[in-house]
């Protein structure tokens, strides 16, 4: 038998969602990112049909994720209840046309209907953003996550699935490495920025010590070495290899910063009052901060 | 209109956690699921410290974000306040868990039992399937306080109308009534008293007031 | 599938009694026959203190009703082997089989006689805490009137756990077994580490909660910021074991820096000996015919009792004529002899203890000691009076109360005599808003102690201290604690015993002084509600010594420590289970100031689990088998049981030789008590206690306090000098030493008329130099705190218990300083190590602000090893380090939870 742990007031590791629901941000963002990266290829010619479906199919390796870790999952078709405000229906509202579309867009590029396929996979990716925002709004949503509800998260969740997709794609395509550095300057302003903006605000310090750590991590393997290995596929052409390598390195950290993200760094508000009670004669003061709190 | 909100009186309360207690038992939930209980929060250094014990559970907000998340509708909000669950249609993502700022969110997916694999025959009377694997939190004991509304009694007061944690407290340190309503207790308690409510930062509009001092009242 | 819908619900009115803080009134819901609920008695509002609220222990019932872990039916051990190492092997057997096997072994000591050679009593029994088994063990009592001598001097903590010194001195001074502020009406509570708002009850809880929103300011002086510090206005990190140097330094200011018309100089003038003059060999000058102390009023030495005097209370006088009395009948003859007042002798002796000195033994500024004290003789209010049920009293809102460890071993009788020369000075001992006494247990009648106050001798009450002369005094001990050869004060009453040094018990049974006489183990030992392996000191020893004991008995609830080394296990029904009906209200132990009286009914709301049986049921077995029916019957009849049977216009009494079933005895009692409580105008029975759960009176609220009772009789307090102690403890020194006994020599300093200060921190030291230890390699203060989930009521194998008690700070945890960890390396949840020269406990840390960087606190009593769910907690234990040491233990034979120890981390935190 394990003693239950004393609670007190610190921020607490969520746990309501673990790998399987990472697993749906990291699926999602990469997919949907490869999706849109497919169809900017297919537009410059460049063939798409494995990319579009590997993309399709990341989608749907997270949700079933999600599938597996809900509750009750059987009722799973509730979800669709709430689009009024839940970005979670909306999440499901827009991944049904998403996979209806890339499946028509999957079967006219196989069949070599082209027209019909790319009008499709245009659609499909206009649905894969609208799915990728809905992941970006499903954690902003979630208050009870300080590292989450913060909007800066917002463009760098855009930004790395974009990130991730596009280095995935450029393993089929090494000639979108330059669309990937780009990017990954991008993901890497995105970033700092959401640091920066849990800075301001504070956040649960142990949040910070994961993300600090993380942060080495994605600067180095995540931004730093992709970089070097894209651009020097810019110089070197005749070396796809570099172009893969950097585009997979960009996909793994971004998608690893997810799985961190998600799973290690999100703890909850935790308790805090303003100020302490006046007890009898007593005197009240102010709290200087909140319980495991930091502003750094 | 009724607004029911819950009063703590943080000069009262000791962190006894009786209506932690008492909570579990009218509400049968299963080991490690608290849907109210009393932190414990230092302020200060030493020897400059003090010490606060803060009830806590779902606040019951104006604007709760485990209703605006809540992807299967669910969880709902009625007008008088409480703050609900429904367990037959919930599905269990846990997303209102992330959303609400207080942890007063919980998800059991199988049965738990204070002692091993075998429920006592106190769980098994108390056993209800229904809140397996989906979202379960403090009610304000809202079945309760129907009830004793059914029965013309007056939540807050009569002890058939209020929730557990509230006839409960050795303290005398938690009420619960009708805001607005100006003659209840809890109008009272907050029009003489300095108050605030927790993390009221994050906009939901809390339905759980903390008081710390008397106000200072014209005379 | 939803929650069965029940088609039988019901609320059965019962009471919690768990602690000595009740009892409170609650219901039990009943859903088809098995209990799910506990609420509060709403129908108790108005009556109870709380209005009917249960504090958090009694919510854990319902659990304990079905504890999985529960023995249900008799067991017999099969291994003949005992210890730690050596499994019981329990065998189950029937009633009949245990009940003859238990009776077969009386019977054979009746037989052989109720003592042994020794003089020790062949049944020994112990019971946990403060007399609750009492309000569960049904008609036992009745069972132990009937059988006859038996040793209660094997304690499961007495004198290390309780509130020692104040049960003892406070009923010598106040009628006051605890002591407790009038909570109600007070202004300015000092409090030295009460934590009155874990282990005072619902009650308590209920009466500061309102004191504080009514404006009280409570100063909380103890090491670590407990609960009761933390809803105090004021916290005061005081070094531990130098309270008495704060409280010595309240009194100087109160005497030095203030002038005496500051005080009550009435109330010390007629309701003390403040004026009683002292003779040059410190005892008081008496008129040499009537042998009466004298006092100095209007130019003349003149009787304490003497019509019209106006004493002085402060002075030196010289008198024409007088006697001293000393030890053994000593008598000086005087003329011409300068006799100081009591006061003044004190006021001497405080002189030197003035704030400055005292912060830096207490290590506390002068500043606070001085504001605190000022602030106390300023919300005295010395001169106010208030109305009390159409009496006119003396308000005096100010009181001092005393926490466990302050109250125990070294140091603690200093304490309470500073605490109560407090109330003294300025009128505020047993008056409204002071400090007030709520029970008495060494005096009799226990319910009433304002019946207990009887004239004395000197004015005083009369105190029943156990003979020192030489034709009286116990030199062969009767007990295997000695209580009345070494414990002047504790008296003989039914309870002085088990309150006398219980540790000396255990102590002497494995290693008694080479020239006393060695104590034989008891034939048959009975326990119940105990587990002393577990909730007494160096626990690992105390284990082994159990496992020598011939016979045991216990009353089990779950295996546990003490009963691992039991021959039969008795299962009882308990709380939920089984039927007794208790007196309540009036005034009791902690807090406990009702303004009713009357009797509450403990009811079986659901059927007993497995072959439990209810405790009346198991005494009348006993005594019927013991061929006890008629003197078990006459017992309960004198009221054994709850309430005498017959009584004024009433008589429900046994018949003497008829055995009658549970039910039979207490629909009797419920009848009697109801009879004399109406006087005659209610006759309820057990049935129409069932259904109301209680029946109460008014109990005057003017009765809380003893002064007018004080005033009516004509007495004075016996303070502030302490003669007759002082020759008391002379004539034992010479007992001692003519036996040739020579190792409770420290203690028989403590005989002081008026308490000075001694290194008591440093008493701690020089016994760990002498068992060898280097107090650099021990450089913290371990102490402990209690907790309101696990403060009494054997409720650690209760889950919810443990569920709720993880949102308490350090419940299960070492606290220590965040500073002294950070030093040490040690973060929160960090496995560590507490080490002390006798022993070694570890759990998990956790660093916090609220503690003296010096002192290190482990709440609760815990490392369980045989206690099913417990033992798996892997909780530390202060118990398990601090050692059973005679060095430690002071003259009343009490011992305080304080242990140098070190600490070290062993393990990173897994989080």
Same mark, same amino acid.
């Given at each position: 038998?394990?003693?239950?742990?004393?609670?007190?007031?610190?921020?607490?590791?969520?746990?309501?969602?673990?790998?399987?629901?990472?697993?749906?941000?990291m699926?999602?963002?990469?997919?949907?990112?490869?999706?849109?990266?497919?169809?900017?290829?297919?537009?410059?010619?460049?063939?798409?049909?494995?990319?579009?479906?590997?993309?399709?199919?990341?989608?749907?390796?997270?949700l079933?994720?999600?599938?597996?870790?809900?509750?009750?999952?059987?009722?799973?078709?509730?979800?669709?209840?709430?689009?009024?405000?839940?970005?979670?229906?909306?999440?499901?509202?827009?991944?049904?046309?998403?996979?209806?579309?890339?499946?028509?867009?999957?079967a006219?590029?196989?069949?070599?209907?082209?027209e019909?396929?790319?009008?499709?996979?245009?659609?499909?990716?206009?649905?894969?953003?609208?799915?990728?925002?809905?992941?970006?709004?499903?954690?902003?949503?979630?208050?009870?996550?300080?590292?989450?509800?913060?909007?800066?998260?917002?463009?760098?969740?855009?930004?790395?699935?974009?990130?991730?997709?596009?280095?995935?794609?450029?393993?089929?395509?090494?000639?979108?490495?330059?669309?990937?550095?780009?990017?990954?300057?991008?993901?890497?302003?995105?970033?700092?920025?959401?640091?920066?903006?849990?800075?301001?605000?504070?956040?649960?310090?142990?949040?910070?010590?994961?993300?600090?750590?993380?942060a080495?991590?994605?600067?180095?393997?995540?931004?730093?070495?992709?970089?070097?290995?894209?651009?020097?596929?810019?110089?070197?052409?005749?070396?796809?290899?570099?172009?893969?390598?950097?585009?997979?390195?960009?996909?793994?950290?971004?998608?690893?910063?997810?799985?961190?993200?998600?799973t290690?760094a999100?703890?909850?508000?935790?308790?805090?009052?303003?100020?302490?009670?006046?007890?009898g004669?007593?005197?009240?003061?102010?709290?200087?901060?909140?319980?495991?709190?930091?502003?750094? | 209109?009724?607004?029911?909100?819950?009063?703590a009186?943080?000069?009262?309360?000791?962190?006894?956690?009786?209506?932690?207690?008492?909570?579990?038992?009218?509400?049968?939930?299963?080991?490690?699921?608290?849907?109210?209980?009393?932190?414990?929060?230092?302020?200060?250094?030493?020897?400059?410290?003090?010490?606060?014990?803060?009830?806590?559970?779902?606040?019951?907000?104006?604007?709760?974000?485990?209703?605006?998340?809540?992807?299967?509708t669910a969880?709902?909000?009625?007008?008088?306040?409480?703050?609900?669950?429904?367990?037959?249609?919930?599905?269990?993502?846990?997303?209102?868990?992330?959303?609400?700022?207080?942890?007063?969110?919980?998800?059991?997916?199988?049965?738990?039992?204070?002692?091993?694999?075998q429920?006592?025959?106190?769980?098994?009377?108390?056993?209800?399937?229904?809140?397996?694997?989906?979202?379960?939190?403090? +009610?304000?004991?809202?079945d309760?306080?129907?009830? &004793?509304? /059914?029965?013309?009694?007056?939540?807050g007061? #009569? %002890? $058939?109308? +209020?929730?557990?944690?509230?006839?409960?407290?050795? &303290?005398r /340190?938690?009420?619960?009534?009708?805001?607005? #309503? %100006? $003659?209840?207790?809890?109008?009272?308690?907050?029009?003489?008293?300095?108050?605030?409510?927790?993390?009221?930062?994050?906009?939901?509009?809390?339905?759980?007031?903390?008081?710390?001092?008397?106000?200072?009242?014209?005379? | 599938?939803?929650?069965?819908?029940?088609t039988?619900?019901?609320?059965?009115?019962?009471?919690?009694?768990?602690?000595?803080?009740?009892?409170?009134?609650?219901?039990?819901?009943?859903?088809?026959?098995?209990?799910?609920?506990?609420?509060?008695?709403?129908?108790?509002?108005?009556?109870?203190?709380?209005?009917?609220?249960?504090?958090?222990?009694?919510?854990?019932?319902?659990?304990?009703?079905?504890?999985?872990?529960?023995?249900?039916?008799?067991?017999?051990?099969?291994?003949?082997?005992?210890?730690?190492?050596?499994?019981?092997?329990?065998?189950?057997?029937?009633?009949?089989?245990?009940?003859?096997?238990?009776?077969?072994?009386?019977?054979?000591?009746?037989?052989?006689?109720?003592?042994?050679?020794?003089?020790?009593?062949?049944?020994?029994?112990?019971?946990?805490?403060?007399?609750t088994?009492?309000?569960?063990?049904?008609t036992?009592p009745?069972?132990?009137?009937?059988?006859?001598?038996?040793?209660?001097?094997?304690?499961?903590?007495?004198g290390?756990?309780?509130?020692?010194?104040?049960?003892?001195?406070?009923?010598?001074?106040?009628?006051?077994?605890?002591?407790?502020?009038?909570?109600?009406?007070?202004?300015?509570?000092?409090?030295?580490?009460?934590?009155v708002?874990?282990?005072?009850?619902?009650?308590a809880?209920?009466?500061?909660?309102?004191?504080?929103?009514?404006?009280?300011?409570?100063v909380?002086?103890?090491?670590?910021l407990?609960?009761?510090?933390?809803?105090?206005?004021?916290w005061?990190?005081?070094?531990?074991?130098?309270?008495p140097?704060?409280?010595?330094?309240?009194?100087?200011?109160l005497?030095?820096?203030?002038?005496?018309?500051?005080?009550?100089?009435?109330?010390?003038?007629?309701?003390?000996?403040?004026?009683?003059?002292?003779?040059?060999?410190?005892?008081?000058?008496?008129?040499?015919q009537?042998?009466?102390?004298?006092?100095?009023?209007?130019?003349?030495?003149?009787?304490?009792?003497?019509?019209?005097?106006?004493?002085?209370?402060?002075?030196?006088?010289?008198?024409?004529?007088?006697?001293?009395?000393?030890?053994?009948?000593?008598?000086?003859?005087?003329?011409?002899?300068?006799?100081?007042?009591?006061?003044?002798?004190t006021?001497?002796?405080?002189?030197?203890?003035?704030?400055?000195?005292?912060?830096?033994v207490?290590?506390?500024?002068?500043?606070?000691?001085?504001?605190?004290?000022?602030?106390?003789?300023?919300?005295?209010?010395?001169?106010?009076t208030?109305?009390v049920?159409?009496?006119?009293?003396p308000?005096?809102?100010?009181?001092?109360?005393?926490?466990?460890?302050?109250?125990?071993?070294?140091?603690?009788?200093?304490?309470?005599?500073?605490?109560?020369?407090?109330?003294?000075?300025?009128?505020?001992?047993?008056?409204?808003g002071?400090?007030?006494?709520?029970?008495?247990?060494?005096?009799?009648?226990?319910?009433?102690?304002?019946?207990?106050?009887?004239?004395?001798?000197?004015?005083?009450?009369?105190?029943?201290?156990?003979?020192?002369?030489?034709?009286?005094?116990?030199?062969?001990?009767?007990?295997?604690?000695?209580?009345?050869?070494?414990?002047p004060?504790?008296?003989?009453s039914?309870?002085?015993?088990?309150?006398?040094?219980t540790?000396?018990?255990?102590?002497?049974?494995?290693?008694?002084?080479?020239?006393?006489?060695?104590?034989?183990?008891?034939?048959?030992?009975?326990?119940?509600?105990?587990?002393?392996?577990i909730?007494?000191?160096?626990?690992?020893?105390?284990?082994?010594?159990?496992?020598?004991?011939?016979?045991?008995?216990?009353?089990?609830?779950?295996q546990?420590?003490?009963?691992?080394?039991a021959?039969?296990l008795?299962?009882?029904?308990?709380?939920?289970?089984?039927?007794?009906?208790?007196?309540?209200?009036?005034?009791?132990?902690?807090?406990?100031?009702?303004?009713?009286?009357?009797?509450?009914l403990?009811?079986?709301?659901?059927?007993?689990?497995?072959?439990?049986?209810?405790?009346?049921?198991?005494?009348?077995?006993?005594?019927?088998?013991?061929?006890?029916?008629?003197?078990?019957?006459?017992?309960?009849?004198?009221?054994?049981?709850?309430?005498?049977?017959?009584?004024?216009?009433?008589?429900?009494?046994?018949?003497?030789?008829?055995?009658?079933?549970?039910?039979?005895?207490?629909?009797?009692?419920?009848?009697?008590?109801?009879?004399?409580?109406?006087?005659?105008?209610?006759?309820?029975?057990l049935?129409?206690?069932?259904?109301?759960?209680?029946?109460?009176?008014?109990?005057?609220?003017?009765?809380?306090?003893?002064?007018?009772?004080?005033i009516?009789?004509?007495?004075?307090?016996?303070?502030?000098?302490?003669?007759?102690?002082?020759?008391?403890?002379?004539?034992?020194?010479?007992?001692m030493?003519?036996?040739?006994?020579?190792?409770?020599?420290e203690?028989?300093?403590?005989?002081?008329?008026?308490?000075?200060?001694?290194?008591?921190?440093?008493?701690?030291?020089?016994?760990?130099?002498?068992?060898?230890?280097?107090?650099a390699?021990?450089?913290?203060?371990?102490?402990?705190?209690?907790?309101?989930?696990?403060?009494?009521?054997?409720?650690?194998a209760?889950?919810?218990?443990?569920?709720?008690?993880?949102?308490?700070?350090?419940?299960?945890?070492?606290?220590?300083?965040?500073?002294?960890?950070?030093?040490?390396?040690i973060?929160r949840?960090?496995?560590?190590?507490?080490r002390?020269?006798?022993?070694?406990?570890?759990?998990?840390?956790?660093?916090?602000?609220?503690?003296r960087?010096?002192?290190?606190?482990?709440?609760?009593?815990?490392?369980?090893?045989?206690?099913?769910?417990?033992?798996?907690?892997?909780?530390?234990?202060?118990?398990?380090?601090?050692?059973?040491?005679?060095?430690?233990?002071?003259?009343?034979?009490?011992?305080?939870?304080?242990?140098?120890?070190?600490?070290?981390?062993?393990?990173?935190?897994?989080?």
């Amino acid at each position: 038998m394990k003693p239950i742990l004393a609670s007190g007031p610190w921020p607490r590791l969520q746990r309501a969602w673990d790998v399987r629901a990472a697993c749906n941000f990291m699926g999602g963002g990469a997919g949907a990112g490869l999706i849109m990266a497919s169809f900017v290829g297919a537009l410059v010619g460049q063939t798409w049909l494995a990319s579009a479906c590997l993309g399709l199919a990341l989608v749907g390796f997270g949700l079933t994720m999600v599938f597996f870790e809900i509750g009750r999952p059987w009722r799973s078709l509730n979800v669709f209840l709430h689009p009024q405000t839940s970005w979670m229906t909306r999440e499901g509202v827009v991944a049904v046309p998403l996979f209806g579309s890339g499946a028509i867009a999957l079967a006219a590029g196989w069949l070599g209907w082209r027209e019909a396929a790319i009008a499709a996979l245009a659609l499909t990716s206009l649905l894969a953003v609208g799915f990728l925002y809905c992941q970006a709004r499903i954690l902003r949503a979630a208050k009870g996550i300080p590292t989450w509800r913060n909007p800066a998260l917002t463009p760098y969740i855009l930004i790395t699935g974009l990130t991730e997709g596009t280095g995935l794609f450029a393993a089929f395509h090494p000639s979108a490495a330059a669309v990937v550095l780009a990017l990954l300057i991008l993901r890497f302003i995105a970033w700092r920025r959401y640091r920066r903006a849990l800075g301001q605000s504070g956040a649960p310090e142990a949040s910070l010590d994961v993300l600090d750590r993380l942060a080495r991590w994605l600067l180095i393997g995540g931004h730093a070495l992709p970089g070097l290995l894209l651009g020097a596929a810019l110089l070197l052409p005749q070396w796809p290899a570099l172009a893969v390598f950097g585009g997979l390195l960009a996909a793994f950290f971004g998608l690893y910063a997810k799985l961190v993200l998600i799973t290690r760094a999100a703890r909850t508000q935790g308790f805090a009052i303003p100020r302490t009670p006046v007890r009898g004669r007593g005197s009240s003061r102010q709290a200087a901060s909140r319980p495991g709190w930091a502003s750094r | 209109m009724t607004r029911y909100v819950m009063v703590a009186d943080l000069r009262r309360c000791v962190g006894c956690q009786t209506c932690t207690a008492a909570c579990k038992l009218a509400n049968g939930t299963p080991p490690g699921v608290m849907w109210r209980k009393v932190v414990d929060i230092e302020v200060g250094e030493y020897p400059d410290v003090q010490r606060v014990f803060v009830p806590t559970g779902c606040q019951h907000c104006d604007e709760p974000p485990c209703v605006s998340v809540c992807p299967s509708t669910a969880s709902e909000k009625r007008e008088d306040g409480f703050v609900t669950i429904d367990y037959d249609i919930c599905i269990g993502c846990g997303y209102c868990i992330t959303a609400c700022p207080y942890e007063a969110r919980h998800k059991v997916d199988a049965p738990i039992w204070a002692y091993g694999e075998q429920p006592m025959r106190h769980e098994q009377a108390r056993f209800d399937e229904r809140k397996l694997g989906v979202a379960q939190k403090c +009610t304000f004991c809202v079945d309760t306080v129907d009830a &004793g509304l /059914a029965k013309g009694l007056k939540p807050g007061v #009569d %002890p $058939d109308a +209020t929730p557990a944690c509230v006839n409960a407290c050795i &303290g005398r /340190a938690m009420a619960f009534g009708d805001l607005d #309503d %100006p $003659d209840s207790n809890v109008s009272r308690l907050l029009r003489e008293n300095k108050h605030f409510r927790m993390h009221e930062d994050i906009g939901t509009g809390p339905g759980f007031y903390y008081l710390w001092d008397k106000e200072e009242l014209p005379l | 599938m939803a929650a069965v819908q029940s088609t039988s619900v019901k609320w059965v009115p019962t009471y919690c009694y768990n602690c000595v803080a009740g009892p409170d009134l609650m219901t039990v819901k009943v859903e088809d026959g098995v209990a799910t609920q506990i609420r509060p008695n709403f129908a108790a509002d108005g009556i109870h203190p709380a209005c009917g609220r249960i504090c958090v222990k009694a919510y854990g019932l319902v659990q304990k009703t079905y504890n999985p872990h529960r023995i249900l039916t008799p067991m017999r051990r099969t291994n003949p082997k005992k210890g730690r190492d050596q499994n019981p092997g329990w065998k189950p057997i029937t009633w009949d089989e245990a009940m003859n096997e238990i009776a077969t072994r009386l019977l054979d000591i009746r037989a052989r006689g109720l003592s042994d050679e020794g003089g020790y009593p062949r049944v020994a029994a112990t019971f946990g805490h403060g007399g609750t088994p009492a309000a569960y063990m049904g008609t036992f009592p009745a069972f132990l009137a009937a059988w006859g001598p038996m040793d209660l001097s094997l304690g499961s903590g007495q004198g290390v756990k309780c509130v020692h010194s104040e049960h003892l001195y406070g009923e010598y001074w106040h009628r006051a077994f605890t002591v407790a502020a009038d909570t109600v009406n007070s202004r300015y509570i000092v409090s030295f580490g009460t934590n009155v708002e874990a282990a005072g009850g619902a009650c308590a809880v209920w009466r500061h909660a309102d004191a504080r929103t009514r404006g009280i300011k409570r100063v909380q002086i103890e090491p670590h910021l407990s609960i009761t510090g933390a809803a105090s206005a004021e916290w005061v990190p005081i070094k531990p074991k130098t309270d008495p140097a704060f409280l010595f330094a309240m009194i100087h200011v109160l005497l030095h820096e203030h002038p005496r018309a500051a005080l009550d100089v009435a109330f010390l003038r007629d309701r003390t000996a403040s004026p009683y003059l002292v003779g040059p060999n410190g005892y008081y000058l008496r008129d040499p015919q009537s042998r009466k102390p004298l006092m100095w009023s209007n130019g003349a030495a003149v009787p304490f009792d003497a019509a019209d005097a106006q004493p002085e209370i402060d002075g030196r006088f010289t008198v024409d004529s007088a006697v001293e009395v000393g030890p053994d009948g000593k008598i000086w003859e005087h003329q011409n002899v300068e006799g100081v007042t009591a006061l003044t002798l004190t006021a001497e002796a405080m002189r030197g203890y003035s704030p400055e000195w005292a912060a830096s033994v207490c290590e506390i500024s002068a500043d606070t000691i001085r504001r605190v004290a000022n602030e106390y003789l300023e919300n005295a209010s010395v001169g106010a009076t208030i109305v009390v049920d159409g009496r006119t009293l003396p308000y005096r809102p100010v009181a001092v109360t005393l926490g466990k460890t302050v109250n125990n071993g070294w140091g603690a009788y200093h304490a309470c005599w500073a605490r109560t020369m407090l109330a003294t000075l300025v009128g505020a001992l047993e008056v409204p808003g002071g400090t007030l006494g709520t029970t008495v247990r060494l005096n009799r009648p226990h319910e009433n102690r304002l019946e207990s106050v009887r004239v004395g001798e000197d004015g005083f009450m009369a105190a029943s201290l156990n003979p020192t002369d030489k034709e009286h005094w116990e030199s062969k001990p009767s007990g295997r604690n000695a209580h009345k050869t070494l414990v002047p004060i504790v008296g003989n009453s039914s309870w002085s015993q088990a309150l006398g040094p219980t540790h000396l018990a255990w102590m002497f049974l494995r290693d008694a002084p080479a020239d006393w006489p060695r104590p034989s183990y008891p034939d048959i030992w009975f326990l119940y509600r105990t587990n002393p392996a577990i909730s007494f000191w160096d626990t690992r020893q105390l284990s082994d010594t159990m496992a020598r004991m011939p016979f045991v008995v216990g009353f089990a609830y779950t295996q546990d420590e003490t009963n691992w080394m039991a021959d039969i296990l008795l299962p009882d029904a308990t709380d939920l289970e089984s039927t007794q009906l208790i007196r309540m209200g009036g005034t009791k132990y902690t807090e406990q100031h009702w303004a009713h009286q009357g009797v509450a009914l403990r009811q079986p709301a659901v059927a007993a689990e497995g072959d439990t049986r209810d405790f009346t049921w198991i005494a009348g077995e006993l005594a019927r088998r013991c061929g006890l029916t008629e003197r078990y019957n006459k017992a309960i009849n004198r009221g054994a049981g709850c309430m005498p049977l017959k009584g004024e216009g009433f008589d429900f009494s046994l018949e003497e030789n008829k055995d009658y079933s549970v039910d039979e005895i207490w629909d009797r009692a419920c009848k009697a008590a109801t009879a004399e409580l109406s006087q005659g105008k209610d006759v309820h029975g057990l049935d129409w206690f069932k259904e109301h759960g209680f029946y109460v009176i008014p109990f005057n609220r003017a009765d809380w306090y003893l002064t007018p009772t004080m005033i009516e009789k004509g007495l004075r307090y016996e303070l502030p000098y302490q003669e007759r102690l002082f020759r008391v403890g002379k004539e034992l020194k010479s007992r001692m030493n003519e036996a040739g006994h020579n190792w409770w020599e420290e203690q028989l300093e403590e005989y002081e008329a008026i308490p000075r200060w001694h290194d008591f921190p440093g008493m701690w030291i020089k016994t760990l130099k002498k068992m060898g230890g280097d107090p650099a390699d021990y450089p913290l203060w371990g102490i402990t705190t209690k907790v309101m989930q696990y403060t009494t009521g054997n409720n650690v194998a209760i889950q919810l218990m443990h569920e709720v008690a993880g949102n308490v700070r350090g419940v299960g945890r070492v606290m220590l300083n965040a500073k002294t960890a950070k030093n040490l390396g040690i973060r929160r949840g960090d496995l560590v190590e507490v080490r002390s020269i006798t022993g070694v406990t570890r759990g998990e840390a956790e660093p916090v602000n609220g503690i003296r960087p010096d002192t290190v606190v482990i709440p609760g009593q815990f490392d369980h090893w045989a206690t099913p769910y417990a033992k798996d907690l892997g909780y530390p234990s202060l118990n398990t380090v601090a050692p059973l040491s005679l060095d430690l233990t002071d003259s009343t034979g009490s011992g305080a939870d304080v242990v140098l120890v070190s600490v070290r981390k062993v393990e990173e935190s897994v989080q």
